[in-house]
C-alpha cells in the first residue's frame, strides 16, 4: 500500500460510520473512522493502535474491495459547465434567442470526495469554485439582450454596442476567471506544499517518535534481558555458593563427627588399653603376691614336714630303743629264771596281781623312710594287725612278792617274754587273746582285773583313734610339704614340674573375661525391665517444659554406643508436639562423669500442631540446655506442620547446638526440598533466618504461586522480621520486605515491589506487564485468620496489553444501551491507584491511554463482579467529544454499555 495513497468514504463507508448499517466488525470500523479524505495511508499507520499496524493494510484493502473507501486521486470529474462560444451580433430584425443556462449538474452520490476536489485542471476548479459569478454574468448579458430586444425600432447600432459589451464582459469574465484561477493556483500549491511539509514533519516526527519508541524498547529489552541475565547468573552463582557452603558444611560437619568419633574412638581405645595394663600390672602383683605366698607356704610346710620326719624319726629310734630294752630284759629274765610250767590256779586266798596296761603308741611303718628309693613300701591285708604294737607295763613281768605261786609267775613271765618279743616275732592277735583270756580264767573272780582290762581296751581304742588320726595328719602334711626329689611324692612332683614349665594363661583369662562382659553388655539392657524408668523421665520431661507429657515404650543398649530409646512422646494437653520414635545416643565416656553428654538425638515422625507452633522450639531449647544431659545435635526425619492454614510435610534436617546446649544451627527441608529452612545463632543478637521455596505457593496465598522466593531476615520469640525478599511469579519479579509477629494476635505488614509481571496469569480478560508497588497489612487472632483482613495500597501500570471482552471505540461511537459481545481494546498503557481487600478489589484515577485514545474512570471488582464508570475521549478521532459509559459483567466476561 502506498503510504502517500489519500483515501475518502463512500456514501456506503458514511452509512456504516453513522451506524445505518452494520456490516462490519469492530476493528475495521476503528479504521474507516479513521479515513477523513486529508490522512495519508501512512499518516493513518502512524496514528493507529499498535495492534492494528500488522493488519492495517488488508483492512484497508477490504474496505477498498467493499466499496467503504476509494483513492481520491482515481474520483470522477465534475462535469464542466457549458460557456457559449463568441457571440455574434444577430440581424436588424433578428430577436437572439434566450440564453440557455447550463443545469449544475448534481454530483454522484457513491462519490462524494470530488467537492473536495483533486486532480482537476484548472477550469473545472474556476467553475466549481465561482458559478454564482457566471450565473450573474449569464443573466446580466440576458437582461441586455432582452431590453434590446424590446425596441424592435433599435439601430444596428445598438445592437452592435451590445454586441461589444457581451464580448467586453465575457473578456472581462475571462480575464477575471484567469486571474481567479491563477490565484487558486497559486494557494493550491502553497496548500501543497503546506501539507507536503506537514507530511514531511509529521513523518519525521512519526518516524523519530516510531525510532524512539523502538530504540526505548531495544534498551528496555536489552536491560530486561541484561538483566535476567545478570539475575541468572547471579542466582546460578547463589545456588553454587549456596550448593558450596552446603556441600563444605556437611564436609566440616562428617570431618568434625569423623574428628569426634576418632578422638572417642582413641579415647576408648586408650582407656582400654590402660585399663588392660592396670589389670595386667593388678594381675602380675596378684601372681607375684600368690608366688611370694605359696613361696613362703612351701618353706613353712617344707619347715614343718621336717620336723615331722624329725618326729618321726625320734619316735622310731625311741621304739627301736624300746625293742632292744625289752628284749634285753627279756633276754635277762629268762636267763635268770627258768619257765616252770603251771596246770593250776593259785589259791583264792593269795590274790592275783592286777593287770595293768599303760598308754601305747600305735606307729604305721608306711610313714617311715625306706632303705632303697626303689623299694616302696607295701600294704597287705594283715597290715592292721601287724602295725599295732602294744606296749605293757614292766610291772606285770614282776613275780608277787608273797602272794602269787611259782607256777602263775611263770606263766606270766613267758607270756611277757613272748609279749616283749622284738618286731620280726611279736605276737598276733590271737596269741594276744589267748594270753587275755588266760588271764581272764586266772583272775575270772576278781573284779579290779575285769574292770582294769576293760579300760585297758578303752584306752587301747582311743589310742588306736588318735593314732589313726595323726597317722592322717601325718600323711598329708608329708605329701604337702615333701621335697620334689622325694620318692614318695612322685605325682606331685610331676605336677609342679609341669605347672613350673606351663605358666598360667593371664591373657586368655582376660580375654574370657572381657568377652564375657561384653556379651553381658549386649544382653542385660534388653532383659531388664525399662517400664519402672518411664514414670520417673515423664516427670522430669513435665517439670522441664512445664506441660504433661507422656511416654508409650522405653528401651536402651550400651554397645556399641549407649543409647536410649524412646517411642510415642506427646507433649501437651492436647498432645502440640508428638513424636513417634526417638534414640538419644550418649556418650561413651560421659557414662563415668556426673554430667552425661547427649551426642544425638534422632527424631523420628514428629508431629507438630498449631497450637504448639511457638512453642515447640522452646521445648527443644529446653531439652537441649539441660546441664545434666547436654544435646549437641538435634536429627529430625519424616517430621509435619499441621498448622492451621499451614501444611507441611516430609520434613527433615538436624538441629545443632554448642558444648553449653545452645543453639548454634539449623538446617531444615520440606515437600520433597521444595522448602528449605536455614537458621544460624548470631552473639550479637537474635538469630538470621533464610527461607527458599521452589514452584510453590504461599501457605496463606495460595494463588500466589512462586517459581522461586528467597527471604533473609531475623528471629525473635515473638515474631519474624524479613528484611528483603526475591521471588520469581508470573514471569516477573516480586520483592519487597516483611514483618510478622504473633506476640499479641498475629500481625504481618510491609511493602511489594512487582518488576514485569506477566497479566495473562493472573487475570484471563487482560494481558501485558505489570509494574507496581505498594504496601500491606494482614491481622488475624490466629495464623488461620491472618488472610481474612489483608489489605493492599499502591499503584499499578499495565504496559502495551489489551483488554479482552470489550472494545471500547466501537461502544463510545455507537452510544449503545446494550453490551455489544466480544471485541477487544489494545492500550499502550494502563494506571491506576489500587485498593484491595479480602475478595475485593477498587481501582481509583484509572488511565487507559491508546494512542489518541484516552480513557480515564473508576473501577470496582467485588467477588469477580465488575462495576464502574469510564469516559472515552473521541476528540481527536471524530467530532464526538467524550463518551460515558459503565463498566458491567464479571471478570471472565465483562460488559460495557453508553451511560444514560
Known amino acids: 500500500m502506498d503510504n502517500k495513497a489519500v483515501f475518502v468514504r463512500t456514501s ?92 449544475k449538474t448534481p454530483p454522484e452520490t457513491d462519490k462524494p470526495a470530488e467537492k473536495a476536489g483533486g486532480d482537476l485542471d484548472f477550469m473545472d476548479e474556476f467553475f466549481a469554485l465561482t458559478p454564482a459569478q457566471i450565473m450573474a454574468e449569464a443573466a446580466k448579458t440576458e437582461k441586455h439582450m432582452e431590453e434590446g430586444a424590446k425596441p424592435k425600432q433599435d439601430a444596428n447600432g445598438e445592437k452592435l454596442k451590445a454586441q461589444h459589451e457581451a464580448e467586453e464582459s465575457l473578456r472581462k469574465a475571462e480575464q477575471d476567471a484567469a486571474m481567479i484561477r491563477e490565484e487558486a493556483e497559486r494557494e493550491e500549491k502553497a496548500r501543497r506544499a503546506r501539507e507536503e511539509a506537514e507530511a514531511i514533519r509529521k513523518q519525521a516526527a512519526q518516524e523519530a517518535e516510531q525510532l524512539h519508541i523502538e530504540l526505548e524498547a531495544n534498551r528496555l529489552k536489552a536491560e530486561k534481558e541484561a538483566l535476567a541475565r545478570a539475575e541468572a547468573a547471579a542466582r546460578d552463582n547463589l545456588e553454587a555458593a549456596a550448593k558450596a557452603q552446603q556441600q563444605a558444611e556437611a564436609d566440616r560437619m562428617k570431618a568434625a563427627q569423623e574428628a569426634v568419633l576418632a578422638r572417642e574412638a582413641a579415647e576408648r581405645i586408650a582407656k582400654l588399653e590402660r585399663e588392660a595394663a592396670k589389670v595386667r600390672l593388678e594381675e602380675e602383683a596378684r601372681a607375684q603376691q600368690r608366688a611370694e605366698a605359696e613361696r613362703i607356704k612351701a618353706a613353712q610346710e617344707a619347715a614343718l614336714a621336717q620336723e615331722a620326719a624329725e618326729r618321726i624319726a625320734r619316735i622310731e629310734r625311741e621304739a627301736a630303743a ?52 626303689a623299694e616302696p613300701p607295701k600294704k597287705t591285708a594283715g597290715d592292721v594287725e601287724d602295725e599295732t604294737e602294744i606296749k605293757l607295763d614292766s610291772s606285770i613281768f614282776e613275780a608277787p612278792k608273797a602272794a602269787t605261786p611259782p607256777p602263775v609267775a611263770e606263766k606270766r613271765k613267758d607270756n611277757v617274754a613272748q609279749a616283749g618279743q622284738p618286731a620280726e616275732s611279736k605276737p598276733s592277735k590271737e596269741q594276744i587273746k589267748r594270753a587275755e583270756e588266760q588271764s581272764i580264767a586266772e583272775k575270772a573272780e576278781a573284779r579290779k582285773r575285769a574292770e582294769a582290762e576293760s579300760m585297758a581296751r578303752a584306752r587301747a581304742e582311743a589310742a588306736h583313734r588318735e593314732a589313726e588320726a595323726a597317722k592322717a595328719r601325718a600323711e598329708l602334711t608329708f605329701q604337702q610339704t615333701q621335697p620334689p626329689t622325694s620318692k614318695f611324692n612322685y605325682e606331685a612332683q610331676k605336677d609342679l614340674v609341669s605347672r613350673a614349665r606351663k605358666p598360667f594363661p593371664w591373657g586368655k583369662l582376660v580375654i574370657f ?10 544382653i542385660v539392657p534388653y532383659v531388664l525391665p525399662m517400664r519402672d524408668y518411664m514414670p520417673g523421665i515423664e516427670q522430669m520431661l513435665s517439670a522441664k517444659f512445664h506441660q504433661p507429657v507422656h511416654i508409650g515404650q522405653l528401651s536402651g543398649r550400651i554397645l556399641p554406643t549407649p543409647r536410649l530409646e524412646v517411642g510415642e512422646i506427646y507433649v501437651g494437653e492436647v498432645k502440640q508436639f508428638q513424636v513417634k520414635q526417638a534414640q538419644l545416643d550418649f556418650s561413651i565416656l560421659g557414662l563415668f562423669g556426673d554430667s552425661k553428654p547427649i551426642d544425638s538425638i534422632g527424631l523420628q515422625g514428629v508431629k507438630v500442631t498449631g497450637a504448639g507452633l511457638t512453642s515447640a522450639t ?117 520483592q519487597g520486605d516483611a514483618n510478622i509477629d504473633w506476640h499479641s494476635g498475629w500481625l504481618a505488614q510491609g511493602t511489594l515491589v512487582a518488576k514485569s509481571i506477566t497479566m495473562e496469569k493472573l487475570s484471563k480478560g487482560l494481558s501485558g506487564d505489570l509494574d507496581g508497588s505498594g504496601r500491606f497489612r494482614m491481622r488475624g487472632t490466629s495464623l488461620s485468620s491472618l488472610a481474612d483482613m489483608a489489605t493492599l495500597d499502591g499503584t499499578i501500570i499495565v504496559r502495551k496489553g489489551v483488554v479482552t471482552g470489550i472494545d471500547i471505540v466501537e461502544t463510545a461511537r455507537s452510544r449503545s444501551k446494550e453490551s455489544v459481545p466480544g471485541g477487544r481494546t489494545h492500550f499502550d498503557e494502563l494506571s491506576g491507584v489500587l485498593t484491595a481487600g479480602k475478595d475485593k478489589y477498587s481501582i481509583r484515577q484509572l488511565k487507559l491511554n491508546a494512542g489518541e485514545l484516552i480513557v480515564t474512570g473508576t473501577l470496582d471488582i467485588e467477588k469477580q463482579q465488575l462495576s464502574g464508570e469510564i469516559s472515552a475521549d473521541l476528540t481527536k478521532w471524530s467530532d464526538m467529544g467524550k463518551v460515558t459509559m459503565q463498566v458491567t459483567g464479571t471478570t471472565d466476561n465483562p460488559a460495557l454499555r453508553a451511560a444514560r
Open 618 to 734: 522452646a521445648w527443644l531449647q529446653q531439652l537441649a540446655a539441660d546441664t545434666q544431659y547436654p544435646v549437641r545435635r538435634m536429627v529430625i526425619s519424616e517430621g509435619a506442620l499441621d498448622a492451621d492454614a499451614i501444611q507441611f510435610t516430609g520434613i527433615d534436617g538436624q538441629l545443632i547446638f554448642n558444648q553449653a546446649g545452645k543453639f548454634t544451627h539449623a538446617d531444615l527441608r520440606a515437600s520433597g526440598g521444595k522448602v528449605a529452612l536455614s537458621i544460624n545463632a548470631s552473639q550479637q543478637g537474635n538469630p538470621q533466618v533464610s527461607i527458599t521455596m521452589y514452584t510453590s505457593a504461599l501457605p496463606l496465598l495460595p494463588s500466589w504461586e512462586f517459581d522461586e522466593i528467597t527471604a533473609k531476615g531475623e528471629l525473635s520469640s515473638n515474631g519474624l522480621r524479613i528484611s528483603e525478599f526475591d521471588g520469581r511469579i508470573s514471569g516477573g519479579i516480586l
Open 513 to 522: 573375661l572381657l568377652v564375657l562382659l561384653t556379651g553381658a553388655l549386649f
Open 322 to 373: 624300746a625293742r632292744e630294752d625289752a628284749e634285753r630284759l627279756a633276754k635277762q629274765r629268762a636267763s635268770e629264771q627258768p619257765p616252770k610250767k603251771t596246770t593250776g590256779y593259785a589259791p583264792e586266798t593269795n590274790p592275783a596281781p592286777e593287770f595293768k596296761l599303760d598308754p601305747f603308741f600305735v606307729f604305721d611303718p608306711l610313714k617311715l623312710p625306706a632303705a632303697s628309693p
Open 12 to 103: 456506503k463507508g458514511e452509512d456504516e460510520i453513522s451506524g445505518k448499517t452494520a456490516k462490519l466488525y469492530s476493528a475495521i470500523k476503528r479504521v474507516l473512522l479513521m479515513v477523513d479524505g486529508d490522512s495519508t495511508y501512512g499518516e493513518i499507520s502512524k496514528r493507529a493502535a499498535p495492534s492494528l499496524r500488522d493488519s492495517l493494510d488488508e483492512m484497508f484493502e477490504e474496505l477498498e474491495k467493499g466499496g467503504f473507501i476509494h483513492d481520491k486521486a482515481k474520483a470522477v470529474n465534475i462535469p464542466r459547465m457549458s460557456v457559449p462560444s463568441k457571440m455574434s451580433v444577430p440581424p436588424k430584425t433578428f430577436v437572439p434567442p434566450r440564453m440557455s443556462v447550463p443545469h
